[in-house]
């Protein structure tokens, strides 16, 4: 799994176990819906640190305990 790929996923089971929206998500991070969206997307391959840090405070978690998951245990390496 792509380290954007885990990003994505994490952000989904979070999501998901507190029975967020992405468009609460946005809302609650103060960014636009098609950020988060964009973000979700599996075809898209960009998410800034920026936008992680926006949506850990709107979900009123640190980054440690984002990154704290099996999802980013062994990321692929990837080559761009």
Do not use: H
């Amino acid at each position: 799994m792509s380290v954007k790929d885990a990003v994505a996923k994490r952000f989904r089971n979070i999501c998901n176990e507190r029975n967020i929206k992405p468009n609460t998500l946005a809302n609650i991070s103060g960014i636009t819906p098609s950020t988060v969206y964009s973000m979700l997307d599996s075809n898209r391959r960009d998410i800034s640190i920026v936008t992680i840090k926006k949506l850990c405070d709107g979900l009123e978690i640190s980054r440690g305990e984002f990154f704290s998951s099996p999802e980013f245990e062994n990321p692929e390496q990837e080559i761009v």
